[in-house]
């Protein structure tokens, strides 16, 4: 099965995707991890994309296409993949159709997620990760067991640049802008749910599966 989840910076599409991952037995293919792995390794895709990530601007489609292409040719999304936050434009919609099309393959459910701003903001503005392993926390509703230490490791967590309050509201401008038009594309496609995310996750997950059919 492949899956693609839209839906504004924050408003849960990486929780969910997870959660379909182990039902489905597919990768959750994350396009944001993929770039911030990049750039805290120093990789040259990560030299490229730094300047765009870190002001909450759209990476150039000919370089996301690049890297999707790469991660779905992998050995385990042979039988499917879960897609979170690609594509982001039609340019990027439409070379995707031509990968899987070469492929043999095409997407069977586009997942809209939705959620206001305000609420984003709010969640993301909360978000901490830990620079040494990675791992994610949200100081509301998961917040370290140790004041600001990571549960894991130890290290002290931060806010990541892209997280910054101002920063999120730019990125919710950007994609409701840029995005726009992308929804409007996939509203015409077989497979294609609005899913609100503003229910807990366990009740949102329940919803969800049904809406899926699994």
Known sequence: MIIIILGAPGVGKGSY???LQEKLNIPHI??????RK??????????????????GELVPDDIMLEVVRQRISEPDAR???ILDGFP???IQAEGLKKLLEKMGKSVDYIINMILDDE?????????RQCP???AIYNMLSNPPQNDELCDICGEKVIIRPDDQPDTV??????????TKPLIEYYEKEKGYIIFNTSPSIEVGTKALLEKLGI
């Open 17 to 19: 995707a997870r959660i």
């Open 30 to 35: 994350s396009t944001g991890d993929i770039l």
């Open 38 to 55: 990049a750039i805290n390794d120093g990789t040259p895709l990560g030299e490229k994309v730094k300047s765009f990530v870190s002001k």
């Open 79 to 81: 039988n499917g993949f």
């Open 88 to 90: 982001r434009t039609i």
């Open 119 to 127: 609420t984003i903001v709010k969640r993301l503005s909360s978000r």
């Open 132 to 134: 040494h392993c990675g």
């Open 169 to 178: 509201r730019f990125r919710l401008k950007v994609y409701n802008e840029k």
